[in-house]
């Protein structure tokens, strides 16, 4: 039973928003770190952010910074606004749900399926 899932994926111009769903249904502790990875065709999954379950800022990657917004709801759901889209932004999105405060996705233990966004020039 999957214990991460996606949403929210899609194409959209260049400039314009998306916002990108993870709901949680595994367990989950106050000490987890929830982080949004994206793998783009024939490139490596980087870093996009992370954000902690229980508060403080998220970190993001200096791509995505002033652009992306990390937040979370109630128990189960963290978002991932991305705003003002290029078209290098264009990726398999994935969240992950790990234990420590790390931009490595080796430090993840769970994935979702992930979800396509396309940005168009």
């Known amino acids: 039973q999957a214990q991460l899932v996606e949403s929210g994926g899609g194409s959209v111009q260049a400039g314009g928003s998306l916002r990108l769903s993870c709901v949680n249904s595994?367990?989950?502790?106050?000490?987890?770190?929830m982080g949004w990875f994206r793998q783009a065709p024939g490139k490596e999954r980087e870093f996009v952010g992370l954000?902690?379950?229980?508060?403080?800022?998220p970190l993001y990657a200096d791509s995505v910074k002033g652009r992306f917004t990390l937040s979370k709801e109630s128990y189960d759901t963290v978002w991932l606004q991305m705003n003002d889209l290029k078209p290098e932004d264009t990726a398999v999105y994935y969240c992950?749900?790990?234990?420590?405060?790390?931009?490595?996705?080796?430090?993840?233990?769970?994935w979702g399926q992930g979800t396509q966004v396309t940005v168009a020039s």
């Open positions: 992950a749900k790990g234990s420590q405060y790390s931009t490595s996705r080796a430090d993840y233990t769970f």
């Open positions: 595994g367990r989950i502790f106050s000490s987890a770190v």
């Open positions: 954000i902690r379950w229980r508060g403080g800022s």
